[in-house]
């Protein structure tokens, strides 16, 4: 029993000395990552832990935690994600120093599973890295697809779109039935969309039943979501392979559906142009009906002589498509939220349309520019709300000294926006909604205020902006000009949920439920979707 029982003690001594000895270890690998960042000169931060490094400090909201921990350790943060090295710049003064001043060195991007899986390869315009490439599909992208002509041209069948679609959510509303906005609002979205990118009759009865089904607005929330991620296997790769949050497999699930989506947008017109090639027809003779699927498939050479490959053609149709939608239909639901919790800030907006436009028809796009109210709800909701808090990751292609600090090469960066768009010395009572500040002092949308970048700057800026803000401004103007909202049952507006759910674009964790009932008279709403 005696010599059990001094096993027994010989073990939990070893035992105890063996831990010891670890998180001594541990402690001191601490310090010497501290010391090693002091002799690089890099920004202060949190001290990372061995091999999961600031991870855990992210938490399910990793824009609100940084901008908590850039008030203690300051403006430009170093840190360290796994085993990858992350700066924070969560001021407009360090936005301005990578976005601009040393753009072209921070102008690159990273692949990381949702990438290469959901983003084919990293091939789309976002996540592809700096290079001829992706001047090539920018160029695609903003000369061909999105120009102010195919975007007027389309102006139509947008209005018919929208105000089709407020009269079906009038009727669904008869009767005090509740509507989710984000449903409503990304169908509305992403029909025209559809209508911009395929020609009617280019898409195939199985493809228009996918993109109006409700399955497929989700799916695109999912692949939002999933962009935005924080993927263990992406920061510690050795543990890739087990995908222990079972991410890639969502991702792997999504992307399939996705790929069947498109694959049959393409054989749509692959067919068809086989036909017409049949039928002995010359491109040049009806190159004239091409829409933005035709032309991506025709994309005329680059420089070395390539066309675009069926993965960036993919790439830049999921751009369109899903990245066009969600980040237009959540802005348009935070700020139908953010009004009706300021009745106040609705009344006034509506006070503008009535004065402006009148009540014998529905605002239309020629109006908007005549609307200087709304257009500061729109800024005041890019700001307080911005959907997408954190830029997507530059990285940096060679080494660098910003403000005093040594910087070395693949560093990666996090532009915080929503510190940003929050920080007290530029924004008087920065957590209050009140669209009157940016009446008394205008910013820019394009860029060049580093206060205020709801689509970034620099190479990297958003190149779907302009699009953007027509659907922005817009639906939400014919929504709170056509209608009145109220919350469902006895619900009061002190109450809306305003919780977030992080993503790549910041979606509300409750999506929002209204009743909407006619503001003008039905048979003037009606007319104007002849």
Known sequence: MKVGHGLSVG????????????????????????????????????????????????????????????????????????????????SAKYAEEFLKTNDRIWASRVRTSAS???????????????????????????????????LSDFQKSRRRVVVSSLNAMLDQCAGGRAVRVDLVVSKMIVTIVSKMLMNEGNLSARAEAVKDSDEFQELMKDWFELLGVFNLGDYIPWLDRFDLQGYKKRMRIIAKKIDDFLQGIIDDHLEMHKLRKQTGEKEEDYVQDFDMVDVLLTSRRDADGQTLTLNEIKGIMENVIFGGTDTSASTIEWALSAL????????????????????????????????????????????????????????????????????????????????????????????????????????????????????GSGRRMCPGKNLGLLFVHSILAVLIHGCEWRLPGEQRIEALDMRERFG????????????ALPRLARHIIGNDAS
């Open 504 to 515: 790549l674009s910041l979606a509300k964790e409750k999506p929002l439920e209204v009743v």
């Open 116 to 150: 290469e899986l959901l983003l084919y390869g990293s091939n789309d315009i976002s996540s592809i890295p700096s290079g001829p490439r992706w001047r090539y599909a920018r160029k695609i992208f903003t000369l061909e697809l999105l120009t102010n002509k195919r």
């Open 340 to 455: 009706i919790r300021n009745p106040r800030v609705l009344q006034k907006a509506q006070e503008e349309l009535d004065a402006t436009v009148g009540k014998e028809r529905l605002v239309e796009e020629s109006d908007l520019p005549n609307l200087p109210y709304l257009q500061a709800v729109v800024k005041e909701t890019f700001r307080l709300h911005t959907v997408v808090p954190l830029l997507a990751p530059h990285v940096s292609t060679e080494a660098c000294t910003v403000d005093g600090y040594e910087i070395p090469a693949k560093t990666r960066l996090f532009v915080n926006l929503y510190a940003i768009h929050r920080d007290p010395e530029v924004w008087e009572n920065p957590l209050d909604f009140y669209p009157e500040r940016f009446l008394k002092q205008d910013k820019d949308l394009n860029g060049l205020d580093f206060d205020f970048l709801p689509f």
């Open 11 to 90: 073990v939990l001594q070893a035992s105890f000395f063996t831990l010891a000895a670890i998180f001594i270890g541990l402690f001191l690998i601490r310090k010497l990552i501290l010391r090693s960042r002091i002799l690089k000169r890099l920004p202060p931060g949190p001290t990372p832990w061995p091999v999961i490094g600031n991870l855990p400090l992210l938490g399910a909201l990793p824009h609100v935690n940084l901008a908590k921990l850039a008030e203690r350790y300051g403006p430009l943060m170093s840190m360290r994600i796994g085993s990858i090295n992350f700066l924070v710049a969560s």
